[in-house]
């Protein structure tokens, strides 16, 4: 398969993914699946502004992604996958894409959240699905930088 790591961050392409994350990686394609990110034309401008020079992009909705991931559309990429929320990874993988495990980066407090890490909050819905992924072997972890610690996401749940 094209993608060679998953994340979840909300802020999708920032200077953490768009430097240390991508290179370290040797990623040469971002792939954004987000289903309001791709019809909103700021965000879009925003994304390819945001992308590191020599890295194609591609901004997808959920189906798209999962179309295009199985058809094999990036499999001559190094893809770096990134989606805003744990329900639109969850959905990927629930429409059949094989993602193995996936990094959470960073997720605000919002109302009904509550913070497991500094970089991360979880509404009670995000951790029935990150509950739902682990029991059925995806493999989690909650790393904001590729220095931190690689914990499961389990590990902050308890």
């Given amino acids: 398969m094209a993608v060679i790591h998953a994340r979840v961050d909300e802020r999708l392409i920032h200077g953490q993914v768009a430097t240390v994350w991508t290179n370290l990686l040797g990623a040469n394609r971002i792939i954004v699946v987000n289903d ?8 879009i401008n925003a994304l390819k502004l945001a992308r590191p020079t020599g890295v194609k992009l591609s901004i997808l909705s959920v189906n798209k992604g999962i179309v295009n991931l199985q058809n094999g559309k990036y499999d001559g ?82």
């Fill in 36 to 43: 309001q990110v791709v019809h909103d034309d700021m965000q």
């Fill in 77 to 158: 990429d190094n893809a770096f996958l990134i989606t805003r929320n744990i329900q639109d990874m969850k959905a990927l993988i629930d429409g059949g894409v094989d993602l193995k495990q996936f990094n959470v980066g960073n997720i605000s407090s919002k109302p009904g959240s509550k913070a497991i890490k500094k970089s991360v909050a979880l509404t009670d819905e995000d951790i029935k699905n990150v509950q739902a992924l682990l029991a059925s072997g995806i493999k989690i972890t909650a790393q904001m930088v590729p220095g931190e610690s690689d914990a499961s996401i389990e590990t902050f749940l308890k």
